[in-house]
């Protein structure tokens, strides 16, 4: 054992404290036994190994230490008053036991002290078989750990998990265009974003285009007197943009010589949703069919989609182009392929029209759908396994949903009764912010070429751009693309 100076002490002093009494013989085993106590001196240079005994104390009698809790007192009528709080006491006396003595004790009352004039105790109580202290098997402690003391369990009002802030989303619109004309009708889709970072903007007969770098607005089409806009759609890459129109005619326009390149026909009545894959044009109507059109091609289409038998208000192409996805006023919502003329899917648990229409750019085969008054839901599939993975009522019409292509959440936006913009992160559904200032419904959603910002429209006649996602090489700070530009200007 090692060199223990109050050992040597003990022993001088005992020695020193009775002169009287003659020392006794000393036999060679307490001279060798002296000798080792006073004069060993284990080696510097010489490795030491011994046994640790870890004590857990979760067995020990703590009224030993005099540390047991005390009853809880009845709260004094000045108890807000003053620093000599019973129950302050308590709670400090209770995180000091347990910082001292383990976690894992709790804040259960310890055992009582046995007495010892009293009998015997009982050999099957549960306190006869433990002892004072055991041994215990090591723990690992969270490195995340904030406690002070270096435990994991929970203490009554301290956290000890680091909590991740919330991303703020800004709560309102950092630049705001007034948009005469923008329709309030829930089966039209009048707004869209290039990829070029070029809005379109379908306004009565006319359509615009805002140059979001520049803030130059730019009069596209007029259509006349007989006819208006009801849809608009950009190719996914170069400067087309498709315009559906009261008549049923579809018109593909060269955005960048603000040249019509030609007009394709087919359908009966008003064109108000259209999507691109990428050499295809998708167009919905109110006479209920789907037109799948090339525009390479000479005819004004190539094949006509069946199956809904109300007015199609919703058309999105899936990210690789394979599936698309419509819906109708009949409450449906459709999945097609590239080459069916009938739909491959078929889902019919929302209970109003089916407008909005998003797919998961993260996770292949996921589509989010909305429904309208009647329904206010949103729900998720897998058209992958052909299976109804969740639903969230809103509490309000849907009237569009996006999804951001820089995180795992999306946006809609909402009518009747609350006009309100949501951002959620899936898969929890969790509420990251409500957005509000529009009037109206909230019928028009698209979003920047980047994913970061989102603009709105809605029977109030405004659009509006909000900041809602992140960047994709900085999640974790808040855009500032437009915070300086913030005004409110006309669109024509």
Sequence with gaps: MDNNPSIANMNTNQSSSSPSIPPSPKTPSSNLTQSFLNYYHPSPSRTIYSDRFIPCRSASNFALFDISPPPPPPPPADASRGEDNPSSSAAYTALLRTALFGSDLGFIVPPGTPDKK????????????????????????????????????????????????????????????????????????????????????????????????????????????????????????????????????????????????RTMEGHRLRVGALAWNSSILSSGSRDKGILQRDPRAQEDFVSKLSGHKSEVCGLKWSYDNRELASGGNDNRLFVWNQHSTQPILKYCEHTAAVKAIAWSPHLHGLLASGGGTADRCIRFWNTTTNSHLSCMDTGSQVCNLVWSKNVNELVSTHGYSQNQIIVWRYPTMSKLATLTGHTYRVLYLAISPDGQTIVTGAGDETLRFWNVFPSPKSQNTESEIGASSFGRTHIR
Excluded at 127 to 135: G, L, V
Excluded at 188 to 196: E, I
Excluded at 200 to 222: E, H, Q, R
């Design 118 to 261: 009293s009998s015997p105790i009982n050999a099957t109580s549960p306190n006869a078989s433990r002892n004072i202290f055991r041994f215990k098997s090591e723990t690992r402690q969270s490195l995340h750990s904030l406690s002070p003391f270096g435990f994991d369990d929970q203490l009554p009002g301290v956290s000890h998990s680091p909590v991740k802030a919330p991303r703020k989303v800004p709560r309102s619109p950092y630049k705001v265009l007034d948009a005469p004309a923008l329709q309030d009708d829930f089966y039209l889709n009048l707004v869209d974003w290039s990829s070029h970072n070029v809005l379109a903007v379908g306004l009565g007969n006319c359509v615009y285009l805002w140059n979001a770098c520049s803030s130059k607005v730019t009069k596209l089409c007029d259509l006349g007197i007989d006819d208006s806009v009801c849809s608009v759609g950009w190719a996914q890459r170069g400067t087309s943009l498709a315009v559906g129109t009261s008549n049923g005619k579809v018109q593909i326009w060269d955005a960048a010589r603000c040249k019509r390149v």
